[in-house]
């Protein structure tokens, strides 16, 4: 059974960037799509991104513009860059797949 395990979170000031990671224990190639979703304190899970097999992503209005999702079948990975960061981005950032399952979150905190 594959795992995922994330990382690359942290604190950052608002407007800053941070590049999350999502490391599957076994190949990715057998998974067509894959995404982030977050959970804010008090809040319910959300998706953010998502990115397909061929590359096609597609994002939160949230976050559109700002984060860019990524893979790298090679690595058995999975990216999100995440720039101009606000406030309310604060929260643990999950790895999805959906016939793997999630990974334990990262936690990122934007504050200043």
């Known amino acids: 059974q594959v795992q995922l395990v994330e990382s690359g979170g942290g604190l950052v000031q608002p407007g800053g960037s941070l590049r999350l990671s999502c490391a599957a224990s076994?190949?990715?190639?057998?998974?067509?799509?894959m995404g982030w979703h977050r959970q804010a304190p008090g809040k319910q899970r959300e998706w953010v991104a998502g990115?397909?097999?061929?590359?096609?992503?597609t994002y939160a209005d949230s976050v559109k513009g700002r984060f860019t999702i990524a893979r790298d079948n090679a690595k058995n990975a999975v990216y999100l860059q995440m720039n101009s960061l606000k406030a309310e981005d604060t929260a643990v950032y999950f790895c999805y797949v959906p016939q793997v399952g999630w990974g334990q979150g990262t936690q990122v905190t934007v504050s200043s």
């Open positions: 990115i397909t097999g061929i590359g096609s992503t």
């Open positions: 076994g190949s990715l190639l057998n998974y067509n799509g």
